[in-house]
């Protein structure tokens, strides 16, 4: 009997009911695209903010020392600097967190005279293709982590030895186009370097009063073959909490349980850990305001992205309260005459409650392959890249589909427990 009254509502209520299924899709399909979107953000938001940027700084341990000891600005401690290994680079990529190392550049500086004018060469790698010793290979390089600068004329070649990139101030200064050559001496070595200008570049910053070549050229200027004074790396992270930053200050306070959670979180700390560890002359300074803008940005986006998940499931909530109220209303007579031959509050909500389940996960299941859409729609404009759909939404989707079509239908259900027969089946 129960089957066959449900079987009956579902057949003649279907438009109203249909309404319900679309309001439940719809609230799902936004609620499915937002948690998908809001478990893959974090990958994709950092990935865009490694655009803007380094966010760990390698450098000589005993620079490091020098600087810290005495707080010396770098010109001060020009007479102090050290160097690190070029072939030691490829170390940066063996670590635990390899995959987390989106790019690297190492920097040598040299200083050089153009017309008796001195000006500063930077060497670096414009975009580096390295095999790893563990089989792997990457391409990385400056390039990459200067995104926002605005370079005019071809791409900068690493086996380029004979073209110079030129800041937009020196260019303006020397009066410099592209195709001009310029003959760079080395005050201290006597080396000379003769290069064409192959870019011009604007960084809006001290870069656009420098010149900036291949790392040969600056080791062969400097006399400092095979040797670089900084790397600048970016990786992603995972935001500093409590444990990381206790961790930073000294790791060997931590716990083993406590150490086993940090070393195996893509934390900056962890990260500046372990490249200490595969290089021990190097001390790896973590870029802390890059590293906690990108924390913040990364929880405020996963906020708002969950804001948006229950205001749209408030509202499916609200939507579906104001149809199953009006279905009840339209109803009374039917449930009145139910009450009268019988049938408990309890039944007669069984039976309000199954149908409105019945058509809410089948609404929900539209729902949420309409919101796998949306996540793609919001990933490639957003992020240009997929969203990989994650198999935790499809139980939050079932709660979720409970929970609004419940609470919806509160209202619904208290009408019905009050509607006397005796009042419904005399019109009154």
Known sequence: MFRRMLLSVLVRQKKKLFLIALT??????????????????GDKVNQELKAYGANLNIVPKGTALVSEMYQ?????????????KQDDLVKIKMIFWAYNIVDFAPYLTAQATFHDKPVTVVGTWFNKHLTIPTGDEVDTGMLAMKSWWTIDGNTMKDDNLQGVMVGEAIAKQWNLQIGDKIELTSPYTQNRATLTVNNIFHSGGIEDSQLYVSLPVAQNLANKAGLVERVEVSALTTPENDLARKAAQDPSSLSRTQWDTWYCTAYISSIAYQLEELMPDVKVKAIMQVAESEGSILQKTQLLMLLLTILSLICSALAISNLVTANVIERSTEIGLLKALGATNTSVAMLILTEILIIALLGGIAGYFIGLGFAQIIGHTVFGSFVQPKMIII???????SLITILGSLPALRIMMFLRPTDVLHGR
Request: charged content about 10%; hydrophobic content about 60%.
């Open 24 to 41: 439940v899709a719809l609230g799902v399909s936004l609620a499915t695209a937002m948690l998908n979107v809001m478990f893959d953000v």
């Open 72 to 84: 010396l600005d770098n010109s001060e401690t020009e007479q102090a600097v050290q160097y690190i």
């Open 395 to 401: 139980p939050l989707v079932l709660i979720m589909v």
